[in-house]
């Protein structure tokens, strides 16, 4: 079956950058693009990007253009979801979420950003 | 890309049946077959209820349905249940691998 586990929960200071990760397993890794969603605090899901698993092909939402880098390792099966400059309104819960109907979520990442 | 909009939040009585719109525009809604729904339950990862506007992945119960008219998508939730009481999210297809989620609806069971 289908899984992608996430890393954990990141706590990070004004400014700085954080990485999260997402090992997919139970499916060809090629198979599915991978969405990058989060969810602030009593707020509701924003789309963050997509990338193309084959080609590493990226195609970020307009907010995050210049901030946000996704990546992936095709040898360890993992994506990854670099944001940078972060400040206070970035803390939220981060998923990866895989297929174009995003069909399977991780189990989300909590990244704080403090002073 | 602006939010879908959805209302704020819908209720309901146990077996009763409620509608949740998203609207959208002629750019997204409007324009692809790739609209999806998922219920979250705080604390838990969203579920995929429907996708490509009216399709059930296996699991969901048949109490849920969409489709769609012109720019707006619903989604129906009939025969309401206790455990049905989550907040309610459309996703839609907005441009080549461009998306956008919807602003998200409380549905309450009373």
């Known amino acids: 079956q289908v899984q992608l586990v996430q890393s954990g929960a990141e706590v990070k200071k004004p400014g700085a950058s954080v990485k999260v990760s997402c090992k997919a397993s139970g499916y060809t890794f090629s198979g599915y693009f991978m969405h990058w969603v989060r969810q602030a605090p009593g707020q509701g899901l924003e789309w963050m990007g997509i990338i193309n698993p084959t080609d590493g092909y990226t195609k970020y939402a307009q907010k995050f253009q210049g901030r946000v880098t996704m990546t992936r390792d095709t040898s360890t099966g993992t994506f990854y979801m670099d944001l940078s400059s972060l400040r206070s309104d970035d803390t939220a819960v981060y998923y990866c979420?895989?297929?174009?109907?995003?069909?399977?979520w991780g189990q989300g990442t909590l990244v704080t950003v403090s002073s | 890309q602006s939010a879908l909009t959805q209302p704020r939040s819908v209720s309901g009585s146990p077996g009763q049946s409620v509608t949740i719109s998203c609207t959208g525009t002629?750019?997204?809604?409007?324009?692809?077959?790739?609209v999806s729904w998922y219920q979250e339950h705080p604390g838990i990862a969203p579920k995929l209820l429907i996708y490509?506007?009216?399709k059930r992945p296996s699991g969901v119960p048949d109490r849920f349905s969409g489709s769609k008219s012109g720019n707006t998508a619903s989604l129906t939730i009939s025969g309401l249940q206790a455990e049905d009481e989550a907040n309610y999210y459309c996703f839609s297809s907005a441009g080549i691998y461009t998306y956008v989620f919807g602003t998200g609806t409380k549905v309450t069971v009373l």
């Open positions: 002629s750019s997204d809604v409007g324009a692809y077959n790739y």
């Open positions: 979420a895989s297929q174009e109907e995003l069909r399977h």
């Open positions: 490509d506007v009216s």
